[in-house]
């Protein structure tokens, strides 16, 4: 598959993510035709090759080894041999390796060619009944609960919809830290094992979503989550700001209470004021 300028191409490929019917004929088509596969995980690589017939030549590429493989790798384009880029499943780059040897084969003036395929982020958007028209993508969050909090807060005045990934074992921690960011009644969904035989998409709010964790929501297999973006207009979660309040204010003068309060709801200071007033808080 070389070029007539014996300048190789850089493929990058989507593959399917559960489901084998979605890897679209012409994926298959130059996957057949590459000199080199470039792997996330060179077995689970094989595996797709060797299910839908195909007996290429693969080599690893992760995260561990990307500074080393990508001059290896430019010279196989540089000598005109065409590699395709896979990751595990879906699309790579999107919170898969990939960044640094697209980024070099620009830099060289290699051709870098894109071959659309599934994305979990695009399936999972496809079917969570929120808005699309404008989103975020945020991977996966912090593991260590600060800095997941902190991550969060940061996104507490954002008006798209977020989509973020986790892992199965930690699926109930950043449910509860994103209800105690955005509020039990803010509208989410979570899809679980998408495009495979036990795929699930639960819809509701962040509160109806946590409590059904472990019950009708099994705790298996591979999850997106997408969480609605703050709707301008609406209502503050009134219990959520009393409770905040209450607790910085045991520590805190009124003033600075009401501010962090402000700070991690995403609400106008002066509804802060409004709602702890009213509710026997004294921030003046």
Known sequence: MQAADARGTLYVIGTPIGNL????????????KADVIAAEDTRRTRGLLSRIGLNARVIAYHEHNEEQRVPELLEHL??????????DAGTPLISDPGLRLVRAAHARGFE???VPGPSAVMAALSVAGLATDRFVFEGFLPRRAAARAEHLQSLGAEHRTMVFFEAVHRLTDTLQALVAQFGAQRPAAVAR??????EQVATGTLGQIHARLGADIPLL????????????NAEPDEERVRGIFALLSAELAPNKAVALTAAITGQPR????RLTRIHGGTPD
Do not use: M, Q, W
């Open 193 to 198: 094992e998408l495009t495979k035989v036990h």
């Open 78 to 87: 540089g000598s005109g041999e065409s590699i395709a880029l896979v990751s």
């Open 221 to 232: 297999g591979e999850f997106v989550l997408i969480v609605a973006g703050k709707t301008a």
């Open 21 to 32: 019917g979605d890897l679209s004929p012409r994926a298959r088509d130059v996957l057949a």
């Open 112 to 114: 870098v060619t894109s």
């Open 270 to 273: 002066n509804t802060v004021y």
